[in-house]
């Protein structure tokens, strides 16, 4: 009965560290509470709201212009046709890849997908989304101007989102990154720093 009971005290343990990580650890039949310093999850939730709306919405956008190019390519001259037909090629290639190294960097917490993903945003994605949207030689008609503000929209709150939760995140890396460093050098498992001990009586001046 015991073993049972220890069997299934286990499995509770495991299922909550796998999706809680730094919930608790189970050493030997006995739970102990995990400090967890610098194991918190810094994920952007705002972010990936914003990113999965893009998801859903980003084979709608596109499916418009498609539909209007279809509609209005006889009417641009050879240049914007060109032009045109490059710049939507363009965007949705990014745009993929842009939103995969999103999920990837906020999911995972990894500063360099998440980098890559801002990057993409403000130096391809925010100036292609202004051209499609302001550029009357376009000849852009009403239904086109209403999805390309949508997606401008999106754009510009991921950038914004995505600056200050890159910042966070790499601040946390860093964090987490001396923490260890501190933890290697002064070998601090099962220690007690004395000066945080809340069984420490208060120092005497002598």
């Given at each position: ?63 418009i ?6 509609f209005k ?39 360099p ?68 460093e ?25």
């Open positions: 009965m015991e073993e049972v009971s220890y069997r299934a005290k286990s499995t509770l343990v495991s299922v909550s560290e796998s999706m809680f990580p730094g919930i608790s650890t189970s050493v030997a039949g006995k739970t102990t509470l995990r400090r967890g310093l610098g194991n918190e999850m810094v994920s952007s939730l705002p972010l990936q709201v914003l990113m999965f709306l893009n998801v859903i919405y980003f084979p709608v956008w596109l499916s212009l498609l539909m209007v190019t279809w390519f006889a009417l641009l001259n050879y240049l914007y046709k060109f032009v045109l037909t490059t710049v939507l090629v363009a965007f949705s290639t990014i745009e993929i890849v842009r939103l995969y190294l999103g999920y990837l960097g906020n999911l995972k917490e990894r500063v997908e998440l980098a890559g993903f801002w990057l993409l945003s403000v130096l391809l994605q925010l100036p292609l989304a202004a051209f499609l949207l302001f550029n009357t030689d376009l000849i852009l008609v009403p239904i086109e101007t209403a999805a390309d503000i949508i997606m401008f929209i999106f754009i510009v709150a991921e950038l914004f989102i995505g600056f200050f939760s890159l910042r966070t995140m790499t601040r946390h890396q860093a964090y987490r990154f001396h923490l260890q501190i933890t290697q050098m002064s070998n601090l498992e099962g220690y007690v720093n004395k000066a945080y001990s809340p069984d420490l009586e208060t120092n005497k001046v002598v």
